[in-house]
């Protein structure tokens, strides 16, 4: 049995949740969209071809902002290809994926659609194969009132309303030599500058986000941002980080340790972009949009299947089944996106539905949920206030991290990890909520809490996320194998919580005031 204990102050905080930490992300790919979100002819789907089961597993998850439409997607992506009539819409080959896109999910059907789930739209701009003008039509196409070209094609199209966009980001993975006519950071640099200059010119209201390096294990990693940053720091708010934890390596123990190369992550960007800032003598501090971030490792789509299969619409590729153990590493990663509110304002989990995505669709059968769709919920509902830094006191392990890099072999070593992993979040009612992750696989953890300067608390919620088999998956026949279950062994005495942790499990504990 180990032993683990927190303190906290409810006057000593990080920062507050913003509500676009919460968001995630829908992409032309795979059956994400078509088969995912959209389905005309599903039982469960309404006038608009919105699979209504979909739509009520997703108000359950609570996704907060969407991001759409890409992803590589958008590098290639000509908008107005997806909107007007939808049989005057044009069938064209994806470069990103090698399908072929029918168009007939565009972007006045995606504004619908988060408008019935009650999601704040999100989109990327392409700055891949176009530049900034397509960019500045497009938000004069979502945002302008009227009496103009743009504006007054929305509104024949059926839109009398602007949309009012507010988030947009200036491409997406622009280093990446997969990405469509990607960019040395100056070639991006200058035309992302010239795009956000029109763009705002058009709405001044409008939040941009300029594209970080496509990954920490980048060779461009931090030159990039520094130099991106260079062109656009006077006019965006946010610089971007993708992540994807794996366990490629087969070892569980350095798979559960990858949620803290994520804080690093985090907080090397942090530096990097305070250091622009430095340099200008700046008050302005950019912050950071996490719009990629899951755990993804097993499916990928070669290019000798791409042949092979041809051009198919809708094809179901990357259809990641995540397992126990990828809940807890995906766990992990909640507790870093919480650790970071206060530089990480928006966060976009990768993907939705059925692409590396926490719901699951059959085609014209059911939907159900996967196993990271717990921990996601949990924080959407629960993480909303002010978190608190936590000193942590917890036996560590030594792990090796593998994360893979074309054809050079990867290890990060991450010494000292805590078995016991936390986030602490105060709400405005009085009120505190615990994620806690016990990393350790074969010992439970008696953890003791100090909450004294919080009064009377009482435990309202205390749900635990294990199974005995790590491998152990939801499908639609079992669809809740892996869900949370009521968590006894936990108490308030005093001003102390204390909790028994399974090993390998995923703990969160709602106290109220009492």
């Known amino acids: 049995m180990r032993k683990a204990s927190v303190m906290l102050d409810r006057d000593f905080a990080i920062g507050r949740t913003d509500p676009r930490l919460f968001g995630a992300f829908v992409e032309h790919l795979g059956r994400c969209v078509y088969g995912g979100i959209y389905e005309p002819g599903h039982p469960t789907a309404d006038e608009k071809g919105f699979r209504g089961d979909v739509l009520e597993l997703v108000r359950e998850l609570g996704p907060t902002i969407m991001r759409y439409p890409g992803g590589n997607f958008v590098s290639g992506y000509n908008w107005e290809d997806g909107v007007g009539p939808m049989e005057q819409r044009p069938r064209k080959l994806d470069l990103a994926w090698f399908t072929t896109e029918p168009n007939t999910f565009g972007t006045n059907e995606f504004v619908d659609w988060c408008k019935a789930a009650n999601i704040e739209p999100m989109l990327a701009v392409n700055l891949g194969t176009r530049a900034g003008d397509a960019a500045r039509n497009l938000v004069e196409y979502c945002n302008h009132p009227g009496g103009t070209y743009w504006s007054d094609l929305r509104r024949q199209h059926g839109w009398e309303q602007p949309h009012g966009i507010k988030f947009w980001c200036l491409g997406n993975e622009m280093d990446g030599p997969w990405q469509m006519e990607y960019k040395t950071a100056t070639q991006y640099g200058l035309v992302a500058k010239e795009a956000a200059k029109m763009m705002r010119w058009i709405d001044p209201t409008i939040e941009l986000a300029a594209c970080g390096s496509s990954g920490r294990n ?174 942590v006191e917890s036996e560590t392990y030594s792990a090796s991290y593998y994360d893979p890099r074309g054809t050079q072999d990867l290890y990060f070593p991450v010494p000292e990890t805590p078995y016991l992993k936390v986030s602490a979040v105060a709400d405005d009612a009085g009120g505190l909520a615990l994620f806690l992750l016990n990393r350790d696989l074969s010992q439970e953890a008696d953890v003791t809490i100090d909450v004294r300067n919080f009064g009377r608390l009482k435990v309202t919620e205390a749900t635990e996320l294990r199974h005995d088999d790590l491998k152990a998956i939801n499908t639609k026949d079992r669809p809740n194998q892996v869900s949370p279950v009521d968590l006894r062994d936990v108490s308030v005495d005093g001003g102390t919580v204390k909790a028994r942790l399974k090993p390998a499990s995923w703990t969160v504990v709602k106290l109220s005031a009492a």
């Not at 059925?354 to 059911?366: R, W």
Request: aromatic share 10%.
């Open 218 to 391: 980048m060779p461009t990693f931090g030159r990039w941002e520094d130099e991106v940053l260079e062109h656009t720091f006077e006019h965006a708010e946010y610089i971007s980080l993708h992540t994807y934890l794996n366990n490629y390596a087969e070892d569980t123990a350095g798979f559960l340790a990858s949620p803290d190369i994520m804080d690093m992550f985090i907080e090397e960007v942090v530096a990097i972009a305070d250091g622009v800032a430095a340099r200008r003598r700046s008050p302005k501090r950019i912050m950071l949009s996490f719009d990629e971030w899951n755990v993804w490792y097993r499916t990928r789509r070669k290019r000798a299947d791409r042949v092979k299969e041809g051009w198919p619409v809708a094809p179901p590729i990357l259809e990641e089944i995540y397992n126990m153990e990828d809940a807890l590493a995906f766990g992990g990663a909640v507790i870093s996106l919480l650790n970071h509110a206060d530089r990480v304002k928006a966060a976009c989990l990768a993907q939705l539905v059925n692409v590396i995505a926490p719901i699951m669709t059959e085609t014209g059968g059911p939907a159900w949920r996967q196993t990271i769709f717990w921990p996601f919920a949990q924080m959407s509902r629960l993480g909303r206030g002010e978190v608190l830094r936590t000193r």
